[in-house]
């Protein structure tokens, strides 16, 4: 072999060297080698970047690859806090008979607050709603509140309201306090005139929500307008008076107001037998003094 064909023998060699100290250096860069020293010994000492530069490539910690069914763990406390913590309170309602849900009293009265709903609102002092026994067996409904009443707030508490007490408490033996009283219209017309059609319309959603409320066994009717307006009828209360009618399913007794009773005293012995008929039909015995109410009450 020439000196030319050395030559090139010895370049070829290099050339494979070379590419092979090349595939040796990329092999180390990719393992992170840094640099390179001479150890003692044959083989060369080499430092590499730290582990975890090297050991953790970014393709193995993705955000996605955390589990969903571990988020939920933090946020079931959250919920339970809410349910035990805050309680949720529901409209105020009172268990029913068969098991079912009313309206109480007090949800009325709120809805009433305030009531703008006919002109009597304007020139009332007080709205007079109801007073009594929210579960009482027997309501009585009067026609409107008259001056006292709008001044106290608070149904039949003039000479009218003491007569009807009587009946309450000297003929039936009931307290007062164990019935319910209301009327019709819940705000005094001026003058104490007659309640006119529009205001008892307005009026008469409440009334149906307070007799809902209560669920009373028996009504009485005290006066011509709140009997024919319960009664839905243009009869004369001296014909509605001591025969049975009804409202809403319930029982009614129409009878004389007791402030007509002031007026004419002979009437007593009519409303003292109307009474007898509500006493019988919820099974009382009461007072059987037939001249109970012949007087003024004291």
Request: net charge neutral; glycine share 8%.
């Amino acid at each position: 072999m020439g000196d030319a064909g050395a030559r090139d023998e010895a370049q070829d060699d290099l050339a494979q060297l070379a590419a092979v100290a090349a595939g040796q250096l990329r092999g180390w860069q990719t393992a992170g080698v840094r640099r390179m020293t001479r150890g003692s010994g044959a083989e060369p000492a080499v430092e590499t970047s730290p582990p975890v530069e090297a050991a953790v490539p970014t393709t193995t910690v993705p955000v996605a690859a955390v589990p969903v069914t571990s988020v939920p763990v933090a946020a079931a406390p959250v919920a339970a806090t809410i349910a035990t913590d805050v309680p949720v309170t529901p409209p105020p309602v009172v268990p029913a008979a068969g098991g079912g849900e009313r309206e109480s009293l007090d949800a009325v009265a709120t809805a009433m607050d305030g009531c703008m709903r006919c002109a009597l609102g304007a020139t009332r002092t007080n709205l007079v709603f109801g007073v009594g026994n929210p579960r009482a067996d027997v309501v009585f409904v009067g026609e409107a509140p008259g001056r006292d009443e709008d001044l106290k707030g608070e149904p039949f508490v003039g000479r009218a309201g003491q007569l009807l007490t009587d009946i309450i408490e000297k003929g039936m033996k009931l307290p007062r306090a164990s019935v319910y009283i209301c009327n019709t219209v819940k705000c005094r017309p001026p003058e104490n005139r007659n309640p006119e059609a529009a205001e008892l319309a307005a009026c008469e959603p409440f009334l149906i929500r307070q007799l809902a409320a209560i669920r009373p066994r028996v009504i009485v009717a005290l006066g011509k307008f709140a009997a024919q307006s319960l009664c839905r009828s243009e009869a004369p209360i001296s014909r509605l008076r001591g025969n049975w009618h009804t409202y809403e399913g319930i029982k009614i007794m129409p009878t004389y107001h007791p402030a007509y009773l002031l007026r004419n005293p002979s009437a007593k012995r009519e409303v003292w037998e109307d009474i007898r008929l509500v006493m019988a039909e919820l099974g009382m015995s009461g007072n059987k003094n037939e001249d109970l109410l012949r007087g003024d009450p004291q």
